[in-house]
């Protein structure tokens, strides 16, 4: 691809019916139009149902909104799988314990 000067743009223009071409080109509204996706949580809920949440999506990350769904934070499943070690009931502890606040 280097040789070539084939980016990856390149590659989505003219693959666009496979999935990196669709995702490559797409807006981040227009992914979770699509795949009609819950992306967002409340802090106040609890990491089993941030799980399930991630899970259903099929995504590593949701965003932390507060009622009026303005963005307070982001956790991955990776910041979840990093805390298995220090929390012996993380399942059962609020997202706003382990969310990477955005402020």
Do not use: C, W
Request: charged share 20%; proline share 1%.
């Amino acid at each position: 691809m280097q040789a070539k000067k084939f980016s990856k743009d390149d590659f989505a223009f003219y693959h666009q019916g496979g999935s990196l071409g669709q995702i490559h080109l797409m807006t981040v509204k227009q992914l979770v139009r699509k795949y009609e996706r819950q992306i967002a949580i409340t802090a106040e809920k609890s990491i089993a149902e941030t799980i399930f949440v991630m899970t259903n999506a099929r995504i590593g990350a949701v965003a932390i909104v507060d009622k009026g769904n303005i963005l307070l934070g982001i956790i991955t499943d990776g910041d979840i799988r990093r805390q298995l070690n220090h929390y012996p009931n993380l399942l059962n502890i609020k997202v706003s314990q382990l969310m990477l606040s955005s402020q």
